[in-house]
Each structure stands twice: as structure tokens, then as C-alpha cells.
């Protein structure tokens, strides 16, 4: 078995991966965007659960081209729910599979069709990257034919997924212990560039909450970085760009409203000048109290500020794997586009990208070797505006 290889004459077009293995009869056309939306469904299902993550799965369209080899194209998928009735394997329940069989029937080949089923996929939580004896069972029972493909995807919490293709031999027997080819399943590493995904996310309207519009993944960092006690306090970032002037658009004129003549000024008798300066002398005194009282209640105007911009990070033992998560409701968090979790343990820094599905199931595991960690969450709600909070983890 080969591991995460990909060379530059595996991308067609800029639009597909393509893994073939030698002398072998199939060669699967992997789209880049079916990439970035699976990966999206994996993820969801590998935050859903504690420890190992639910997996989730479903139908794989495109289309299949025969000849001296068959190429099969994988353009679409369509996802299928699984109640985990008996776990987080991807082992399904009789409804599940009546809405399967439902689904399939919907997607099944015929001639006019320009998409249709071509194969399945699941994503795989378990140890090896291998096929099941339910997974044989559900493959030869609903695709049958020769040329129809199985994809597995293997989530990880601080690494790039890993997927592979299982096929029907010439004989039609399947090797099921591991793919020939493993490859790294996402769409910067099998040389497709930046998410579509992603893109079309920013290109859409922020979403509303109540800190200022936000960004929740990471990417590109602020140059400011907040820095917080062992405790997690957060800190508000924000680097302000000047602001250059506006042009008015073609056609658009401007006439300054006519001058108003000011009242002709009177004279006030000197006898008089008292009353308003003792009103004006006044108005001070109660101006100058009511700051006075606000300045006995910092800490509750401050506490507004505060949890504003909370993020609530943190890290607990799970196991051989500490768990860190992150309050999903807290208004920056929703409101974010993007952001950047930093591990720090000695000398070893990783740094984990998430979105804003994986900001919406805030739970990551890592495995430590140490008896202190540093946990740093960067929050962009603009791109030069960021909240971030720090976490020290110790035994």
C-alpha cells in the first residue's frame, strides 16, 4: 500500500484528482469540489461524538466512461443520515436503510441521465483504514455492478484527513484490508488550491450577532496578538486601516444648502449675567457628580466588555487525550468567519484550521506527551480584527 502521494500529473484540469493505481482497471476522477463539501460532512460527524466522532456517509454521483481502462468521475455526492442505533459506525438501522434504498433509486443509471450513482462513501473513525464485513454486505447489495467504487475518509483532529478508493478486481473479488493508494483529502494538499467552499462562505453576507462582524477559521493572522493569563482571560484585537476618501459617483452633484441669516445679536445687561452662568455652574455640579458614581462600579462596565468577547476556552482529560473546547454560543464565536487554534507543548507548535462548521462543534482532541500545553484560540471576526484567548493546560 501506498501512502499520501500525489503527483502533478494526478490533477486533471485543475478540477479533479485522479487516483489510478497501475495495471489495475479503475481510474476514479475525484472533483475538488466534492472534496471540500465531504470533507465538510466528515468533520461535522468527527465533532459530533466524544473520543472517537460518529460516522456519517452516503451516495457518490458522477459518472463512469468504459474502455481500455474505466474511468469513473465522482462529481456530487448525496448524504445519507444514520441514527448510530448501534454506535458511532456508520452501521445502518432499518430506517436508515429504507431512506438509503430511497435515495439510491432516486440516483440510479439510465441513459439520460448525466449524473447517477456511481459508488459510496463513509468516513472511517475506527483503527485501520480497511472495509467491514457490513461494508461488503452494503456494497454488493445496493451497487453491484463492476465498476461502481467505495471511498473511505479517515477524519483527524490536528492533521489533514486521509482518504482511499476500494474497487471491484477483474475477477471481481475486492481487497479489503487497506486501498492501494492513500491520499490526503483536502484540496490544497491534492493541488486544487483554496476551498470553494471557504470562498463562497466569505463571499457571502456576515452573519449578525451582537460583537462586530467576524471571521471564524484561520488562515492569514493579525500582526497583534493578546496576551492572557493561565486562567484564559481573552483580549480584543483590532488594527484600524485608514480610511482613504470617497469618490462621489458619475452624475452625482453637490449644492451646500443657502447660508441662514443668524439673528442679529443682543445685548445682554451686565445686571443679568449671573443667572445663566449660576445655571451653567450647576449643570456641572450634577455632571460632575454622576461621573463620580460611575467610577465606583468599574468592574460591572468592564464585565459587559469582558463577556462580549468571551470565547471560554479550556482543556480537560479525556482519556489518553486532552479535550479542548470552546463556548459555541458565545457572541464572537458566532459571529466568526474563520480562526486559528495554536498548540503549543516545549518546542512543538501545531496549528489546527478550523471553519465555522468546526467553530459550531467546538471539540478537539490531542494527544500529549507532556505535563503542560498551551492552548491558544484566534477568533477573526474581520481579517485585521481578531479575539484571542490562551489556556494553560498542566497535569
Given at each position: 500500500m501506498?501512502?499520501?502521494?500525489?503527483?502533478?500529473?494526478?490533477?486533471?484540469?485543475?478540477?479533479?484528482?485522479?487516483?489510478e493505481i497501475p495495471e489495475k482497471p479503475v481510474v476514479v476522477?475525484?472533483?475538488f469540489d466534492a472534496v471540500d463539501r465531504i470533507l465538510?460532512?466528515?468533520?461535522?460527524?468527527?465533532?459530533?461524538?466524544?473520543r472517537r466522532g460518529a460516522e456519517v456517509g452516503g451516495i457518490l454521483l458522477g459518472s463512469v466512461e468504459t474502455g481500455e481502462k474505466t474511468v469513473v468521475r465522482v462529481e456530487d455526492f448525496e448524504a445519507i443520515a444514520c441514527e448510530h442505533k448501534r454506535g458511532p459506525s456508520y452501521l445502518l438501522s432499518e430506517g436508515d436503510a429504507a431512506r438509503y434504498e430511497e435515495a439510491l433509486a432516486r440516483r440510479r443509471y439510465s441513459p439520460e441521465k448525466r449524473s447517477y450513482a456511481v459508488g459510496c462513501y463513509r468516513s472511517h473513525t475506527r483503527e485501520a483504514l480497511s472495509l467491514s464485513p457490513e461494508d461488503l454486505q452494503h456494497f454488493d447489495a445496493c451497487f453491484p455492478s463492476p465498476n461502481a467504487v467505495m471511498l473511505l475518509v479517515k477524519p483527524y483532529a490536528t492533521?489533514?484527513?486521509?482518504?482511499?478508493f476500494f474497487f471491484r478486481e477483474a475477477n471481481g473479488s475486492m481487497v479489503t484490508q487497506a486501498p492501494y493508494l492513500e491520499f490526503p483529502f483536502r484540496r490544497k494538499e491534492l493541488g486544487g488550491g483554496a476551498s470553494t467552499v471557504g470562498r463562497a462562505r466569505e463571499a457571502g453576507p456576515a452573519p449578525m450577532s451582537s460583537p462586530p462582524s467576524s471571521n471564524g477559521r484561520a488562515y492569514p493572522r493579525s500582526a497583534a496578538e493578546g496576551i492572557s493569563d493561565p486562567s484564559g482571560s481573552s483580549t480584543y484585537e483590532q488594527e484600524q486601516a485608514g480610511?482613504?476618501?470617497?469618490?462621489p459617483p458619475p452624475g452625482f452633484s453637490y449644492?451646500?444648502?443657502?447660508a441662514v441669516p443668524s439673528e442679529p445679536v443682543r445685548k445682554i445687561r451686565r445686571t443679568n449675567v449671573w443667572i445663566p452662568l449660576s445655571f451653567i455652574f450647576l449643570l456641572l455640579g450634577v455632571l460632575v457628580g454622576?461621573?463620580?458614581?460611575?467610577?465606583?462600579?468599574?468592574?460591572?462596565?468592564?464585565?459587559?466588555?469582558?463577556?462580549?468577547?468571551?470565547?471560554?476556552?479550556?482543556?480537560s482529560r479525556s482519556g489518553d487525550y486532552l479535550r479542548i473546547h470552546w463556548d459555541r454560543n458565545s457572541p464572537a464565536?458566532?459571529?466568526a468567519q474563520r480562526a486559528v487554534l495554536t498548540i503549543s507543548e516545549g518546542s512543538y507548535n501545531k496549528v489546527v484550521d478550523l471553519d465555522v462548521l468546526q467553530l459550531q462543534n467546538p471539540t478537539v482532541y490531542y494527544r500529549n506527551m507532556s505535563d503542560s500545553v498551551r492552548f491558544r484560540l484566534e477568533v477573526f471576526l474581520k481579517e485585521r480584527v481578531s479575539v484571542v484567548e490562551t489556556f494553560d493546560w498542566k497535569r
Open positions: 501506498d501512502t499520501l502521494q500525489v503527483n502533478p500529473e494526478q490533477i486533471s484540469q485543475s478540477t479533479h484528482y485522479v487516483w476522477h475525484l472533483s465538510v460532512e466528515v468533520m461535522r460527524g468527527f465533532g459530533a461524538i466524544p492533521r489533514v484527513s486521509v482518504g482511499g480610511e482613504e476618501a470617497q469618490e449644492s451646500p444648502e443657502p454622576f461621573q463620580a458614581s460611575l467610577s465606583y462600579r468599574p468592574a460591572r462596565n468592564a464585565g459587559i466588555l469582558t463577556d462580549a468577547y468571551s470565547i471560554s476556552l479550556a482543556a464565536v458566532r459571529a
